[in-house]
Each structure stands twice: as structure tokens, then as C-alpha cells.
């Protein structure tokens, strides 16, 4: 598994990472021992980075990954968390005093002193602008609450704006081959920074799987069902905000790519974007063994090339562009 280094953070994690946003909740039910079992098989795969936030389960993923971290000291691994998402959507919620009480609630769930990375969950855009809130995050990091902080951010625009800011270690944004604005600016905006970029949706939901049909369904307390059209929260997160019908017929076509180049449509679209230069890490989420191992071996799949890419962009200003590339 090859290692990048994570931005400003200054740590090496695996170019293939773990999300496990379904550890939690919102992609069906996952038991306890299923998601120890994942935690496992991605770091025999040599993943090192896993990312969760405060709200997956209500706190359920950090403390599954606490547990699991602790029975592991010698792992290795980075844990990033997320914060923000446990109050009402608004700037004036972003406070000192309630990053003190995020943070203190993480730092229990995941039984450390110090957080890894605490990313911003994608907070209302004002809140970029705010030089408080990063006053408020410099002071956690001198007073050894966290080592470093990121964002994680729905459009590029808020992208921008915090690769700008001088300390945000890591951007974490929506990126696959359904999704490709930020390949435009905000990769080479990373770069020239030193900030590390997060991919995380790298299959649009499981749509780059290759699996799903037009009738395909899904239970009732996954958010492929009840954020298809953005419901619940940012559409954008659902399927990477493509229509789903119109993402099954794209999907056979990308795994028509990806036979071509002899790989599963799912490691060749994690591969593709974890070979993107800028991005640090890809986050693709796994909800048993199988998908875990599978995820992983993307990481030591040969350079894709040009042509490839090529394909890639042709698909997507085709299918796409016209409906997505304006939003995000």
C-alpha cells in the first residue's frame, strides 16, 4: 500500500483509506463484530487512515474504532473525526465552547487525549470566512486537544476558501469519476498550499461498483433512500447528486473501462482517483471483509495513464457536467 503524506498534518497515511460513516449508520444495519472485522481486514490490507465523525450512530463509529484502537495500540493508524453536525446548521453555533464540547465527547469516544485531525463537517459557507472559528481551532491545537484540523467541505469554492487559510491541514471534498470539478482549481490549489486532499464518495454512493440496476433498492435508514433527492442533507452526498437512473447507464459504462485496463469497475475507480496528483487519501466506505480487501488492493494498482483519464473526462462531460458541475 503506497503512503502519502496527509498535507500539514505532516503524517504518512495509506493512499486507500477506510470511511466508516456505515459503522455508524445511514447504509443499513452493520453489527458490532461485522465492523470490528472490517476495522481488521483493512489493516491487514496496510490502510492507516480511517475517518468518522460525532454523528455516524450518534457517536457509535468513534466508539467502535476507540475500542478497537485500544485492543491495536500498535497499529499505526491515523483517526480523523468530524464535528458540527449536532446542532442546528447555523455560523453563530460555530463557538469555542462548543468545539471544547465536540471535541471532549470525541476525544472520550475514541479514548485519546489528543484527536488526530478534526475536520469541520461541512459547515454553512459563512463559516469560512470567520476568522474566529479558526482562532477558536488554533487554540485547541496549543492547548493539545487536537493535533491538527481540516474542513470538510461540499462545494470548491468552500474548498478554496480553506486551502487558503493558513493552518487547515486537510480538505476533505467529494471526488469520483462522477464528480470532477475539483480537478479544475482545487487540486492544484492544494498542492501549491500543502494541504492534503480527503476524497471521500470515490464510488458515488456504490454506483462505480458496477452492481446496481435500475431496480436495484435499498432499506429504509439508508440515505440512498431517503436523501436520493436531498431530503435529509446535501444531496450532493447521495450518489454524488447524479440522478440514479442515469448513473446505472453510466456506471456500465465506466465498467467497460475498467475491463479494458483487466480491473473491477470499483478498483479502477478508486485507483483513478487515488492517483489524481494532490489527493493525499481515498475514503471508501465497507461494510464487510470482502469489500474491505477489495478496497484496499486499489492502492497498489499500476499508474492508469492518460487514456484513461481521457475516457474518464469524455464520460462525464457526456453524462454529467451539464447537471453537476454548476452545483458543487
Known amino acids: 500500500m503506497q503512503q502519502r503524506t496527509l498535507g500539514r498534518t505532516g503524517r504518512d497515511v495509506s493512499v486507500i483509506g477506510l470511511g466508516t ?25 496496510g490502510v492507516t487512515f480511517f475517518d468518522t465523525a460525532d454523528v455516524y450512530g450518534d457517536g457509535r463509529s468513534e466508539s467502535i474504532i476507540g475500542a478497537w484502537r485500544r485492543e491495536h495500540p ?12 449536532r446542532v442546528e ?9 462548543n468545539f471544547r464540547a465536540w471535541t471532549d465527547r470525541s476525544r472520550r469516544n475514541l479514548g485519546v487525549d489528543t484527536l488526530d485531525l478534526v475536520q469541520l463537517h461541512c459547515p454553512p459557507t459563512a463559516v469560512y470566512a470567520d476568522d474566529a472559528v479558526f482562532d477558536a481551532l488554533d487554540l485547541l491545537v496549543a492547548e493539545g486537544a487536537i493535533a491538527n484540523y481540516g474542513v470538510s467541505v461540499e462545494t470548491t469554492a468552500e474548498a478554496l476558501a480553506a ?3 493558513p493552518r487547515v491541514a486537510s480538505v476533505q471534498i467529494i471526488l469520483n469519476a462522477f464528480r470532477l470539478k475539483p480537478l479544475d482549481a482545487v487540486l492544484p490549489a492544494a498542492q501549491d498550499a500543502g494541504v492534503g486532499i480527503i476524497a471521500r464518495v470515490p464510488l458515488a454512493s456504490g454506483l462505480l461498483s458496477g452492481r446496481y440496476t435500475r431496480e436495484t433498492s435499498f432499506a429504509a435508514n439508508d440515505h440512498r433512500s431517503y436523501n436520493r433527492h436531498g431530503e435529509a442533507f446535501d444531496q450532493g452526498e447521495t450518489f454524488s447528486g447524479v440522478d440514479f437512473e442515469a448513473g446505472v447507464e453510466a456506471a456500465r ?9 483487466g480491473l473491477a469497475p470499483a478498483t479502477a475507480a478508486l485507483a483513478w482517483v487515488a ?3 494532490g489527493v493525499s487519501t481515498v475514503i471508501p466506505g465497507a461494510r464487510n471483509v470482502a469489500q474491505a480487501t477489495s478496497n484496499a488492493a486499489a492502492g497498489s494498482v499500476p499508474p492508469l495513464g492518460d487514456a484513461f483519464t481521457a475516457s474518464v ?5 457526456r453524462r454529467f457536467r451539464a447537471a453537476i458541475h454548476p452545483r458543487w
Open 21 to 45: 460513516w456505515q459503522l455508524g449508520a445511514d447504509w443499513g444495519e452493520v453489527s458490532e463484530a461485522d465492523a470490528r472485522a472490517v476495522l481488521d481486514a483493512s489493516l491487514a490490507s
Open 313 to 317: 473526462r469524455a464520460l462525464y462531460d
Open 253 to 261: 459504462e465506466f465498467a467497460a473501462l475498467a475491463a479494458d485496463a
Open 163 to 165: 486551502i487558503a487559510r
Open 74 to 85: 500498535d497499529a499505526g493508524i491515523t483517526v480523523a473525526t468530524k464535528m458540527g453536525r
Open 89 to 97: 446548521q447555523l455560523p453563530e453555533h460555530y463557538t469555542l465552547a
Open 275 to 277: 492517483q489524481l496528483p
